[in-house]
């Protein structure tokens, strides 16, 4: 029998009816055609995970009937903030959905000098809104219990001056810059990975980071990688050091 993988975020208790939202809707009761009476698997981004069996679905409602807690499990025990420069096309989100895959907490989406990206108000909502409802379906497909932080897009001014922790370590992935470590070398237990777009950074923004003694680190030496390749490839060595 199949058990569908749902989301909501709340904290129901066994007994309780739970009403999805549209994005659910539509993607369980339209196009993968939920029926009542089948079995669910809810999990609400904060850790837990429900067992639960569909009560009512139609294209206007889907709502499921809690039966028992199947998992809870703790808030992960690093912080792994990927702060990518939005590039053009839809290469961009399909990288953020596989870095929630792999296990980031936080995802910032910046503005960068070399890349113009045009977004009106309406148009970030929007963009912001993708990025949410991909990150859940990045979850549900690995079975992760914890949603990363989405955050809204920011310049690498506005983002420097927010600093941060002081236990989180501000890597900015720079091509092809002498004497300067590689990632690895530099990974500590929280991070923030930096990573510029296409043609990399500008002269400025590299002052910037400097001046804000964020760390300059390489990631394969002498090779360019596409930006999303090495987003995804900073990720995967951030967690492999944790290990």
Known sequence: MRIYRCY??????????????DNEIQHLAAARRIR?????TLINGMGAEFA????????????????????????????????AAITKGPDF??????????????????????????????????R??????????????????WLPKVHHPITIAEF???????EEHRIVLHERRDGIPRLL???ASRNSIIIGPEGGWSPQESELFVASDCQLASLTGESI???????????SLALAKRA
């Open 225 to 235: 990688l596409r930006a999303e390749t090495a987003a995804l490839m900073a990720v």
């Open 93 to 126: 989100d399909d990288m953020m959905q596989r870095a929630v895959e792999l296990g980031i907490t936080h995802f910032q989406p910046l503005f960068s000098e070399r890349v113009a990206v045009e977004l009106d108000p309406f148009k970030t909502e929007k």
């Open 128 to 145: 912001i809104e993708r990025w949410k409802r991909l990150a859940v379906e990045a979850l549900k497909q690995c079975e992760r219990l």
């Open 160 to 166: 420097l001056a927010l600093g941060g922790s002081n």
């Open 185 to 187: 070398d530099v990974l």
């Open 52 to 83: 639960a069996t569909v009560a009512e679905s139609h294209r206007r409602a889907l709502t499921l009937q809690v039966e028992k807690v199947v998992r809870q499990d703790s808030a992960p025990p690093y912080t792994l903030r990927l702060a």
């Open 36 to 40: 009542p009476g089948d079995k669910a």
């Open 8 to 21: 909501h975020a709340s904290s129901p208790k066994p007994g309780d009816v739970v009403a999805l939202d």
